[in-house]
C-alpha cells in the first residue's frame, strides 16, 4: 500500500514493508541491518520514540539494555514465548516497519537533503514517516511500547533510495515494570497491507516472505 506526497512540489513515493526478526537475531539484526549501511556508512543516527520518558536517548546501552530486558523475560518464562500467526509460532525479537521515499529525479533527492535551514525539507521526512506508520499500525500502538527510528540512505544494493527503519521490540515497559508486548494486532494490521518478511535462519538472508 502506498502514496504520493509532496515536499515544495517534489513528488515522493511512500510504499512500506516489514521483516519479522526472531530473539536470537535480533542484535546481529540491529547491527548489521540498522546501525550502519554496510561500506556507505558507520554509525547511523537513531532516535526513541517509545517509551516518552526515554525519547531523546541515543546510547547504545540503551538498546542493550532493552534487549537484556527482552531476554530476562524469556528466560523466566516457564514456556518457551511463541505467538500463532496465520496458523505458525513465531518467536519474535523485534519487527521493523520499513517506510521507503522513492523520488524519480535525483537532483530532487539533492535538493531535498542539502536544503538549508530556511527550507528543511529533509525535516518533513519524518512526519510522512510517522503518519505513514500511523496508517499501517495506528491501531496497534500504545504508549507502553518500545520503538526506535532510523533514517537510512541506500538499500541494499547500495543504491540511494531514502527509506526509514521502525524497530518495535517485543517489550512492553511501564517505569520499570516489563512484559511481553503482545505482537498479534501489529502483524494483523501489516498483513492486511503490506509484504512481511520473516527471518527464520542464522543469516539475514534466510528470511521468507508471506
Not at 542539502?114 to 491501531?139: A, C, T
Request: proline share 4%.
Amino acid at each position: 500500500m502506498g502514496k504520493v506526497v509532496y515536499l515544495d512540489q517534489i513528488p515522493v513515493h511512500v510504499t512500506a514493508s516489514a521483516v519479522v526478526c526472531p530473539i536470537a537475531m535480533v542484535s546481529s539484526y540491529l547491527n548489521g541491518e540498522i546501525f550502519s549501511e554496510g561500506s556507505h556508512r558507520k554509525d547511523v543516527p537513531w532516535w526513541v520514540v517509545l517509551p516518552r520518558e526515554d525519547v531523546g536517548r541515543q546510547s547504545l546501552d540503551w538498546v542493550d539494555e532493552q534487549i537484556a530486558a527482552i531476554e530476562q523475560l524469556r528466560q523466566s518464562s516457564v514456556n518457551p514465548y511463541l505467538i500463532h500467526f496465520e496458523g505458525r509460532p513465531l518467536d519474535i525479537g523485534l519487527v521493523d516497519v520499513r517506510v521507503f521515499m522513492d523520488i524519480d529525479n535525483k537532483s530532487d533527492i539533492k535538493r531535498l537533503l542539502e536544503s538549508d535551514s530556511s527550507r528543511p525539507l529533509k525535516n518533513r521526512l519524518p512526519e510522512h514517516n510517522n503518519l505513514h506508520v500511523d496508517m499501517l499500525i495506528g491501531s496497534a500502538l500504545h504508549d507502553q511500547m518500545v520503538i526506535f527510528q532510523t533514517l537510512h540512505m541506500v538499500d541494499a544494493s547500495g543504491n540511494l533510495r531514502l527509506h526509514f527503519h521502525n524497530i518495535v521490540l517485543d517489550l512492553r515497559r511501564r517505569g520499570d515494570a516489563i512484559g511481553f508486548l503482545d505482537m498479534n494486532p501489529i502483524l494483523n494490521a501489516l498483513s492486511k497491507k503490506v509484504a512481511i518478511g520473516f527471518i527464520a535462519g542464522k543469516s539475514q538472508s534466510d528470511t521468507e516472505t508471506l
